[in-house]
């Protein structure tokens, strides 16, 4: 009942970025090198696992954009990624916390790579904006789950952590943000994309694709006294369980669902879901230095995962739901020179949530 798993993990890395603008021609160019060392003993069964050394990689990434008149730009955008398992997929030990649901790492998972193309267009008016995208994204050795029964009646199912052969998704997006009257503005994300997913084992293989959307809403209103009312509303509609947050995540910008994390399975698929979220957040002292907020996540209730999962072996429906409606009371105070430079949009995260506030989290 207990474990005494070692490992040592290295990590080495050097990066140069470098960026310019020739009139409405802007161009950043990055590289990264890194090296990963990963091994892992169990020194109360004599047992080693062989070193996973990654070849030394390189990750580069380009920015292009071209500003047009009245107020409109265009990008292209490029950028190699590395998302390296963590500690819970890699330590060896079996969790039998449920009889029925057996749990175990993989030491010998490798790290998972992505590439990601994306096209944009951004138009700005005096009251609004819009930004629409097409992506493509491909992962190499995603980190996924597979589900085996280890029993003889099949009861009995073991989840382990492998990766993938091949992982694909690709889609368009497209966020508005609109001023509908002075101090109330409301910022709309759809995101509509295909994933296929496939892995091969020494016994099985299993394939899973799908087409999905997701969709947020968020509703900013200013109110007298320096108060601030805030309404987040997001929906994802029924898709293959990919993880947000990971290579191969429905979405460009925006990566995976706005739900938070969902197991990924080659064997899933997960229902529909839906969450509302409300903050009001009060401003005071100088330059509004400080602030006190208070939220309500999931007011109604509704935020919940529902999994369908199928194999030649076993049929089985999941629900999982945390805690949910959790009141919060934040306070919070700034400080020092900020500078808006260090928020802009130079990775694979949506503008929109530049512009958005996750009252689920807290608000504002």
Excluded: C
Aim: hydrophobic share 30%.
């Amino acid at each position: 009942m207990s474990n005494d798993y070692k490992y040592k993990e290295q990590i080495y890395a050097a990066y140069v970025n470098y960026s310019n603008a020739i009139r409405n021609f802007g161009y950043q160019f990055g590289l990264r090198a890194e090296q990963y060392v990963y091994s892992g003993a169990i020194p109360s069964e004599n047992k080693t696992f062989e070193p996973t050394k990654a070849v030394p990689g390189l990750f580069p990434s380009a920015y292009l954009s071209y500003k047009l008149p009245k107020e409109q730009e265009l990008q292209l955008n490029y950028s190699r990624r590395v998302n390296r398992p963590n500690f819970f997929q890699l330590v060896p030990y079996r969790d039998f916390s449920d009889p029925l649901n057996h749990r175990e790492g993989n030491p010998n998972l490798k790290p998972e790579y992505t590439n990601s193309l994306e096209f944009s267009y951004m138009k700005q008016w005096k009251n609004h904006n819009i930004l629409g995208s097409l992506y493509y994204r491909n992962t190499n050795n995603l980190i996924s789950t597979l589900n085996t029964p280890i029993s003889e009646g099949n009861d009995t199912l073991l989840t382990t952590f492998v990766n993938a052969n091949k992982n694909y998704s690709y889609g368009a997006e497209i966020t508005m943000k609109n001023q509908i009257i002075k101090g109330w503005d409301i910022t709309t994300n759809v995101n509509l994309y295909q994933t296929e997913l496939s892995v091969h084992n020494d016994k099985e293989s299993y394939v899973n694709r799908g087409f999905s959307w997701l969709a947020k809403v968020n509703s900013e209103t200013k109110l007298p006294y320096n108060f601030t009312f805030q309404v987040t509303a997001n929906y994802q509609a029924p898709a293959i369980t990919i993880p947000q947050g990971s290579g191969g995540g429905g979405g460009g910008r925006g990566g995976g669902g706005p739900m938070g994390m969902i197991p990924t399975s080659a064997q899933g698929t997960i229902k529909g879901l839906s969450s509302v979220d409300l903050a009001l957040k009060k401003d005071f002292l100088k330059n509004k230095a400080a602030s006190v907020t208070l939220a309500l996540s999931d007011v109604f209730n509704t935020r919940q995962f529902e999994i369908d999962q199928e194999s030649m072996y076993f049929s089985q429906y999941m629900l999982r739901k945390r805690e949910s409606r959790i009141l919060r009371l934040n306070f919070s105070y700034r400080f020092g020179k900020m500078d808006a430079q260090i928020f802009k949009r130079r990775n694979n995260r949506s503008s929109a949530e530049g512009m958005q506030m996750e009252g689920g989290q807290g608000g504002f």
